[in-house]
């Protein structure tokens, strides 16, 4: 098992998201919980390339304050929605025999479903946290009804096993390594 965060960087990681408090509570929660549980966690950055403020080397595309890597936690960079294309994340977890993936972080209707649906297809066991991905409002939804969409219909049962936060909290807290 390990605990997938995905494009929590500084440009995009604010308080325009759904939820922010209670996503930003949770994920930090995840992030001790693992740790602490010897799970290991891996951070994942989204590149939009020059000219972006998700840019590598721009502020932006840094990892939020609160969410910061450990010295020894792996960082894979995209330039996709998906966490799992060209960017050896699929043959580096298959290597290390994991088959469960949580994945949480931002956006939900972009780089969260991608990765998801992404990880599915490679024979990944998905776990999505209550209340652990989150997005903005756009112009067809508000991010309430994106995040409802997606974490209540679309994967649910479907890609992933959408469940609690407090089950994720407890699965990570299982873990004996």
């Known amino acids: 098992m390990v605990l997938l965060i995905v494009d929590t960087q500084k440009a995009i990681t604010n308080s325009g998201v759904y939820n922010f408090e209670q996503f930003e509570a949770n994920i930090a929660k995840l992030i001790d919980t693992a740790r602490k549980s010897k799970v290991e966690v891996i951070f994942v950055r989204h590149d939009d390339g020059a000219g972006n403020s998700l840019t590598k080397g721009s502020d932006g595309f840094e990892i939020y304050g609160k969410f910061q890597p450990a010295e020894n936690e792996r960082i894979f960079d995209k330039t996709v929605n998906s ?42 066991k998905i776990i999505v946290p209550a209340n ?13 009804q994106t995040y409802n969409y997606y974490n209540n219909f679309i994967w649910n049962k479907r890609y992933a096993d959408c469940i609690s936060f407090e089950k994720t909290v407890e699965m990570l807290q299982a873990v004996i390594k």
């Open 83 to 124: 966490a799992f294309r060209n960017t050896g994340l699929a043959e580096y977890l298959k290597e290390k025999g994991e088959n469960t993936v949580i994945i949480v972080g931002l956006q939900t209707e972009y780089c969260i479903d991608a990765t998801i649906k992404a990880g599915f297809e490679r024979g990944f």
């Open 132 to 144: 652990c991905n989150s997005t903005f409002d756009n112009e067809f939804m508000s991010a309430e």
